[in-house]
């Protein structure tokens, strides 16, 4: 069965310093990858996406995240926050089984960041 | 283009009590998704649906119902309300499953309270 784990439920971070949000997943095909950011009282949007391609995908606000295939693995990276970074930040995959897309969310990482 | 909307943004009720809760689209997708999300639990899908007429049971579909008589609409009913459902509803819709066309786009969402 697919998964999707998100180990870190809170990231504290000062500002301008960098951060990684850690996600892996749990798949025996092949998969899709999505991080989705939802800011406070509000809905979720999607950031970055990995469907093919260059491993390493980019938001238009400097984060970016690297697939990587052998450490199942998905992170999210940016080296300098801002304060309007702070948001939950969930992680998702899309894989097909039993003949269709399943797409899961982590339990999501609570980044706040510090003046 | 307003998106994905719902109605109400805030919602008490009392324990037996029913309500529906509203979800439109302008984006003319034909999935749709109802997720409640709770602290520490992430996105827990409830029902979707794959096109008008349709519907399909998610992850907790347990004291829900839908349907979907119109494309542009989505709706989920409580019909006796319980505590255990005091929750953060969320809307969802996308183009398709395929991950070229999965990108799911959130609703502001509903707050319930179920005293």
């Known amino acids: 069965a697919q998964s999707v784990t998100q180990l870190d439920s809170q990231v504290p971070v000062f500002e301008e310093a960098p951060v990684e949000l850690r996600c892996n997943y749990s798949s025996s095909v092949s998969v899709y990858l999505f991080w989705y950011v939802q800011y406070p009282n509000q809905g979720l949007q999607l950031l970055l996406k990995y469907l093919s391609g260059s491993t390493l995908v980019e938001s238009i606000n400097g984060f970016e995240a690297e697939f990587n295939k052998s450490q199942t693995s998905f992170h999210l990276r940016k080296p300098s926050v801002h304060i309007s970074d702070t948001a939950e930040y969930f992680c998702?995959?899309?894989?097909?089984?039993?003949?269709?897309?399943?797409?899961?969310f982590g339990t999501g990482t609570r980044l706040k960041v510090l003046a | 283009n307003a998106g994905v909307t719902q109605t109400p943004k805030f919602r008490v009720l009392k324990t037996g009590q029913s309500m529906t809760l509203l979800c439109a689209q302008d984006m003319n997708h034909e999935y749709m998704y109802w997720y409640r999300q709770d602290p520490g639990m992430g996105l827990r899908l409830i029902h979707y649906s794959v096109g008008e007429g349709t519907t399909a049971k998610g992850e907790v579909p347990d004291g829900y119902n839908v349907s979907r008589l119109k494309k542009q609409n989505f709706l989920l009913g409580l019909e006796s309300a319980a505590p255990s459902q005091t929750s953060v509803y969320f809307c969802?819709?996308?183009?398709?499953?395929?991950?070229?066309?999965?990108?799911?786009?959130f609703g502001p969402g509903t707050r319930l309270t179920v005293l």
């Open positions: 969802a819709s996308s183009l398709g499953l395929a991950p070229a066309y999965n990108e799911q786009f």
């Open positions: 998702a995959v899309s894989t097909k089984g039993s003949g269709t897309y399943k797409y899961i």
